[in-house]
């Protein structure tokens, strides 16, 4: 079957991109016909979709489905698949084998694993376990429990390590086991892992993790991109990202230093490195992104799946749409695969409805033609567009002519002038960065829009004074969630007091990454206890010229030795730098520690750096916190043991109460099941417990995962790996007192 193309009328859609004043063109759809289309008589779990050549040669669609189990669609070998094992054959559809994992599915992905086998490896991931098993001959290959839980899966070889992995991403942590199921790999993340991509990022040969968090970040390595997004709803789940299902963040490896990603609040853009080339916002969630050349001009497209059953394709480059289709249900997951056997790729999209289809790319022979087509139809497009402007343009100045000749216009030495200052709390108002906007003559700010990510709900901000209030300065109140910078992307609208046009001044202002400490000290304020130093070898000017980058300085500030207070908790942070290049940082923050020393080692180009670090107060409460986990562990073991014994007491219930019951004998008969009814009331009771004892344990787990994620961000390159590295081996010997002393010191030697 060949693919059928049929030309659409283009429409300029104005997308909700990321500043008004920027917008994405729509271009000439192309119209694909899915060449299959299957109805799954099972529905799909949202991102849980894989494909995997079990046997070494028949892709088949394997997806999570409901009750704990996971279906294998496979039907080039109808018959020969026996029932053994995990596998039943299902009931409603004869391609497609049923795979018991009697837990919650969170995570699915198929690959080659091991060194010697002949197909590829399926992965499921639970809440507390991970099953490596070989569809092909119907066994496990590991099972391993992985106490962080598994909330993605990426399989694959990664860096300098020889053999393939499965990388789970987990609570606050990663780990990579081979296909023995022995642990090669581990380090911890900033928060929950919700996306894993294995890529040769950098184009070395070897490739590097793509991490997607809950705490705003994807990672590369020691690379952090920042990504914001405010979502109110998204702060009774976890306070950040949180994608419907609790996913922060979809990632899908492009190219060579560039990658899709997908947000929580609808947003779906490409990062080229820590740049980001575009971004656009629905209001609808976006399920899954896939990378597929589907135009076949030898470069991918961002394939993105939507909440609303949308499927669409953009262009890399431009986020341009060069293809639409839509399902009668959510998206739940976009592959592909050689499904038909013909040696052609297809793009495989799934919807939780269990609807499938594939689309072929457009044919070489074709693309020229329809290249070509696009673009003179852009070039009209944009043609239009400008002569529509220029028409708007010419009607603003006749209408100005028919009343009053001066009416709109304004002196031609009107500017816009921005200011930024830091103002404390107030018993009206909280403490705020203060952005002052005003113009330097008699004329007056109408209106002023501000765009800026992570900031205002909406990622906008508008402020329209009455006509009775019209000045020529505006003040915006300020709070940044997080020390983040910003750039506040400013509109304007000047005239005179009885203008009804007015000239449109835009704008851009950058808010300092640490514009929320404010120099006025209060002389009653603690001193912090918790301290972090560290050598470089550069000059004081240059960390001056950090400090003056980073925090809303006055002018002239040439010292590199400053005292702030924090707006947000009000705590001292005080930052001095002797003559031998010796730094000290005081704060009882380690957050805020971390990241002044990773801004500050960004901005001197310092490789590798070690500190000696000292936070009493929270090394006080993660003693604590691990205390718990000790007693969690205890308690956890405790009611399994229990759990157990009932199990058993409840097997010998039964078989009294069916032989009392053949007996004749209905008081003994009814007595067990008395009795065993109280058992299963005991039962539910416990499981309760443990329920409430895992979740827990769960989150003091994730409070030490982050601990040395914090006590690594204290350091830079190789000491932080180490720091890191011994963190870990710390625990497992269950060795506090090395922990705090690596921590601390950087080094288990005291």
Request: glycine residues 6%; contains cysteine; hydrophobic residues 40%.
């Given at each position: 079957?060949?693919?059928?193309?049929?030309?659409?009328?283009?429409?300029?859609?104005?997308?909700?991109?990321?500043?008004?004043?920027?917008?994405?063109?729509?271009?000439?759809?192309?119209?694909?016909?899915?060449?299959?289309?299957?109805?799954?008589?099972?529905?799909?779990?949202?991102?849980?979709?894989?494909?995997?050549?079990?046997?070494?040669?028949?892709?088949?669609?394997?997806?999570?489905?409901?009750?704990?189990?996971?279906?294998?669609?496979?039907?080039?070998?109808?018959?020969?698949?026996?029932?053994?094992?995990?596998?039943?054959?299902?009931?409603?559809?004869?391609?497609?084998?049923?795979?018991?994992?009697?837990?919650?599915?969170?995570?699915?992905?198929?690959?080659?694993?091991?060194?010697?086998?002949?197909?590829?490896?399926?992965?499921?991931?639970?809440?507390?376990?991970?099953?490596?098993?070989?569809?092909?001959?119907?066994?496990?290959?590991?099972?391993?429990?992985?106490?962080?839980?598994?909330?993605?899966?990426?399989?694959?070889?990664?860096?300098?390590?020889?053999?393939?992995?499965?990388?789970?991403?987990?609570?606050?942590?990663?780990?990579?086991?081979?296909?023995?199921?022995?642990?090669?790999?581990?380090?911890?993340?900033?928060?929950?892992?919700?996306?894993?991509?294995l890529c040769d990022f950098t184009g070395d040969g070897k490739n590097?993790?793509?991490?997607?968090?809950?705490?705003?970040?994807?990672?590369?390595?020691?690379?952090?991109?920042?990504?914001?997004?405010?979502?109110?709803?998204?702060?009774?789940?976890?306070?950040?990202?949180?994608?419907?299902?609790?996913?922060?963040?979809?990632?899908?490896?492009?190219?060579?230093?560039?990658?899709?990603?997908?947000?929580?609040?609808?947003?779906?853009?490409?990062?080229?490195?820590?740049?980001?080339?575009?971004?656009?916002?629905?209001?609808?969630?976006?399920?899954?992104?896939?990378?597929?050349?589907?135009?076949?001009?030898?470069?991918?497209?961002?394939?993105?799946?939507?909440?609303?059953?949308?499927?669409?394709?953009?262009?890399?480059?431009?986020g341009e749409v060069i293809f639409k289709d839509n399902f009668s249900?959510?998206?739940?997951?976009?592959?592909?695969?050689?499904?038909?056997?013909?040696?052609?790729?297809?793009?495989?999209?799934?919807?939780?409805?269990?609807?499938?289809?594939?689309?072929?790319?457009?044919?070489?022979?074709?693309?020229?033609?329809?290249?070509?087509?696009?673009?003179?139809?852009?070039?009209?497009?944009?043609?239009?567009q400008r002569r529509q402007n220029l028409l708007l343009e010419l009607?603003?100045?006749?209408?100005?002519?028919?009343?009053?000749?001066?009416?709109?216009?304004?002196?031609?030495?009107?500017?816009?002038?921005?200011?930024?200052?830091?103002?404390?709390?107030?018993?009206?108002?909280?403490?705020?960065?203060?952005?002052?906007?005003?113009?330097?003559?008699?004329?007056?700010?109408?209106?002023?829009?501000?765009?800026?990510?992570?900031?205002?709900?909406?990622?906008?901000?508008?402020?329209?004074?009455?006509?009775?209030?019209?000045?020529?300065?505006?003040?915006?109140?300020?709070?940044?969630?997080?020390?983040?910078?910003?750039?506040?992307?400013?509109?304007?609208?000047?005239?005179?007091?009885?203008?009804?046009?007015?000239?449109?001044?835009?704008?851009?202002?950058?808010?300092?990454?640490?514009?929320?400490?404010?120099?006025?000290?209060?002389?009653?304020?603690?001193?912090?206890?918790?301290?972090?130093?560290?050598?470089?070898?550069?000059?004081?000017?240059?960390?001056?010229?950090?400090?003056?980058?980073?925090?809303?300085?006055?002018?002239?500030?040439?010292?590199?030795?400053?005292?702030?207070?924090?707006?947000?908790?009000?705590?001292?942070?005080?930052?001095?730098?002797?003559?031998?290049?010796?730094?000290?940082?005081?704060?009882?923050?380690?957050?805020?520690?971390?990241?002044?020393?990773?801004?500050?080692?960004?901005?001197?180009?310092?490789?590798?750096?070690?500190?000696?670090?000292?936070?009493?107060?929270?090394?006080?409460?993660?003693?604590?916190?691990?205390?718990?986990?000790?007693?969690?562990?205890?308690?956890?073991?405790?009611?399994?043991?229990?759990?157990?014994?009932?199990?058993?007491?409840?097997?010998?219930?039964?078989?009294?109460?069916?032989?009392?019951?053949?007996?004749?004998?209905?008081?003994?008969?009814?007595?067990?099941?008395?009795?065993?009814?109280?058992?299963?009331?005991?039962?539910?009771?416990?499981?309760?417990?443990?329920?409430?004892?895992?979740?827990?344990?769960?989150?003091?787990?994730?409070?030490?995962?982050?601990?040395?994620?914090?006590?690594?961000?204290?350091?830079?390159?190789?000491?932080?790996?180490?720091?890191?590295?011994?963190?870990?081996?710390?625990?497992?010997?269950?060795?506090?007192?090395?922990?705090?002393?690596?921590?601390?010191?950087?080094?288990?030697?005291?």
């Open positions: 079957k060949k693919c059928i193309f049929l030309p659409c009328i283009a429409t300029l859609a104005h997308c909700n991109s990321e500043f008004s004043h920027l917008y994405i063109k729509t271009r000439v759809s192309i119209m694909l016909v899915p060449i299959f289309t299957l109805k799954l008589n099972h529905k799909i779990n949202p991102r849980m979709v894989t494909i995997g050549q079990f046997d070494g040669v028949h892709p088949c669609l394997t997806a999570a489905t409901q009750a704990g189990k996971v279906f294998i669609h496979n039907p080039h070998t109808r018959g020969q698949r026996p029932v053994a094992h995990r596998l039943s054959q299902s009931a409603q559809d004869s391609d497609i084998s049923l795979l018991n994992i009697n837990q919650a599915v969170t995570c699915l992905a198929a690959g080659r694993l091991g060194p010697n086998t002949t197909g590829d490896t399926l992965l499921v991931g639970s809440q507390t376990n991970l099953l490596a098993y070989d569809v092909h001959d119907n066994a496990d290959i590991f099972y391993r429990e992985v106490t962080d839980g598994a909330n993605a899966i990426a399989l694959g070889k990664l860096g300098d390590i020889p053999s393939p992995l499965a990388i789970i991403g987990g609570n606050c942590a990663l780990q990579g086991f081979d296909y023995q199921g022995n642990d090669h790999f581990w380090t911890v993340t900033g928060d929950n892992v919700r996306s894993l991509v590097e993790l793509l991490v997607g968090s809950e705490d705003f970040d994807i990672r590369l390595d020691h690379v952090v991109l920042h990504v914001f997004n405010v979502l109110c709803a998204q702060e009774a789940i976890i306070k950040h990202f949180a994608l419907v299902a609790l996913m922060c963040c979809t990632i899908s490896y492009l190219c060579v230093f560039r990658f899709g990603y997908a947000l929580a609040n609808g947003t779906v853009g490409v990062y080229d490195r820590a740049a980001r080339y575009w971004r656009i916002k629905s209001k609808n969630h976006a399920m899954s992104i896939f990378a597929f050349d589907l135009n076949a001009d030898g470069v991918v497209e961002l394939i993105t799946g939507w909440s609303n059953g949308k499927i669409d394709a953009r262009s890399d480059r431009t249900s959510s998206v739940a997951g976009v592959v592909e695969g050689d499904y038909r056997l013909d040696g052609q790729k297809q793009l495989i999209c799934t919807s939780t409805e269990g609807e499938v289809r594939g689309y072929l790319p457009a044919s070489k022979d074709l693309k020229g033609n329809l290249m070509d087509t696009s673009a003179e139809q852009d070039l009209v497009r944009e043609l239009s009607r603003n100045y006749e209408e100005n002519a028919k009343t009053h000749s001066g009416m709109g216009v304004i002196p031609a030495n009107t500017q816009l002038q921005t200011a930024l200052s830091v103002k404390a709390a107030t018993e009206t108002q909280k403490a705020h960065v203060e952005l002052s906007i005003s113009t330097p003559n008699e004329t007056v700010i109408r209106a002023v829009l501000i765009f800026a990510e992570g900031i205002f709900e909406g990622e906008s901000h508008v402020v329209h004074p009455s006509a009775q209030s019209l000045s020529g300065c505006v003040r915006v109140p300020i709070v940044p969630p997080k020390d983040i910078p910003v750039d506040l992307h400013i509109k304007a609208f000047v005239g005179g007091r009885t203008s009804t046009q007015f000239h449109v001044f835009e704008i851009t202002r950058q808010l300092p990454r640490f514009s929320m400490y404010d120099l006025a000290v209060d002389s009653s304020a603690a001193q912090p206890t918790g301290r972090v130093a560290f050598s470089i070898n550069d000059r004081q000017q240059r960390v001056v010229m950090w400090l003056n980058q980073n925090f809303l300085l006055p002018e002239g500030e040439e010292s590199p030795d400053v005292t702030f207070s924090s707006l947000r908790g009000g705590g001292l942070l005080s930052f001095s730098m002797a003559s031998s290049g010796q730094i000290t940082i005081r704060t009882d923050d380690i957050d805020l520690a971390g990241d002044l020393i990773q801004s500050l080692a960004s901005f001197l180009a310092i490789e590798d750096l070690s500190a000696e670090a000292d936070f009493p107060t929270y090394f006080e409460e993660l003693h604590t916190t691990l205390t718990e986990v000790d007693e969690f562990h205890s308690v956890h073991q405790k009611l399994t043991a229990a759990m157990a014994d009932h199990s058993n007491y409840i097997r010998n219930m039964l078989v009294q109460a069916e032989d009392a019951r053949l007996m004749g004998d209905m008081t003994t008969m009814k007595k067990r099941y008395r009795e065993l009814y109280d058992l299963n009331r005991d039962l539910i009771n416990e499981y309760k417990i443990r329920s409430n004892n895992h979740n827990a344990l769960l989150a003091c787990l994730k409070s030490v995962n982050q601990a040395i994620q914090r006590a690594g961000r204290l350091r830079v390159g190789k000491p932080k790996n180490q720091v890191i590295s011994a963190c870990r081996d710390a625990i497992k010997s269950n060795n506090v007192n090395a922990l705090f002393r690596i921590m601390r010191a950087g080094t288990a030697s005291s």
